[in-house]
């Protein structure tokens, strides 16, 4: 099998590293595992071992959390609608409390409370079992209507 060259594979997406919060290195990785290639190929390819592009692709996954994290908190700061949801809460009270939050700001949100319950339950991971909110989560409503949850 002829593996890609990381290096056009990145420059084709116009990976910057100075602009970026992944180490050269760490985008090689990734633009290799998202075209399927095994760690051990890639771990030829670059003249490594497949424990050393195992640690990169989970620094990489890591760091491209973080950067995800912050761009969710930025985004936030500035949001009209933003409310704590406490642990202990009932997961179907939670979209009128956004409904109601939402009417106060003023900012129309275009999901159904079945689809609002989806996207805060698929967000907020195991800080909800079953209908239980079990961690409190910060629900954000920008402008625009979209919806984030923070844990």
């Known amino acids: 099998m002829t593996l890609p060259d990381p290096d056009e594979l990145?420059?084709?997406?116009?990976f910057e590293e100075a602009t970026n919060?992944?180490?050269?290195r760490q985008a090689e990785v990734l633009a290799l595992r998202e075209r399927d290639i095994p760690q051990a190929d890639i771990a030829g390819l670059l003249g490594t071992s497949r424990a050393n592009v195992s640690s990169v692709e989970a620094?990489?996954?890591e760091n491209i959390a973080k950067a995800e994290e912050t761009v969710a908190?930025?985004?936030?700061?500035?949001?009209?609608v933003q409310l704590t949801i406490e642990s202990g809460t009932d997961l179907?009270?939670?979209?009128?409390?956004?409904?109601?939050?939402?009417?106060?700001?003023?900012?129309?949100?275009?999901r159904t409370a079945?689809?609002?319950?989806?996207?805060?339950?698929d967000a907020a991971g195991d800080a909800i079992r079953g209908r239980e909110v079990r961690h409190e989560?910060?629900?954000t409503v920008a402008g625009d209507g979209s919806v984030s949850v923070r844990t």
Do not use: H, Q, W
């Open 59 to 61: 620094s990489a996954r």
């Open 114 to 121: 079945p689809e609002l319950m989806k996207l805060i339950s």
């Open 73 to 80: 908190f930025v985004e936030a700061l500035s949001a009209p």
């Open 137 to 139: 989560l910060t629900v």
């Open 92 to 110: 179907y009270d939670v979209p009128n409390r956004v409904y109601s939050a939402c009417d106060e700001a003023d900012v129309k949100v275009s």
């Open 21 to 24: 919060v992944l180490t050269r």
């Open 10 to 14: 990145l420059d084709r997406v116009g």
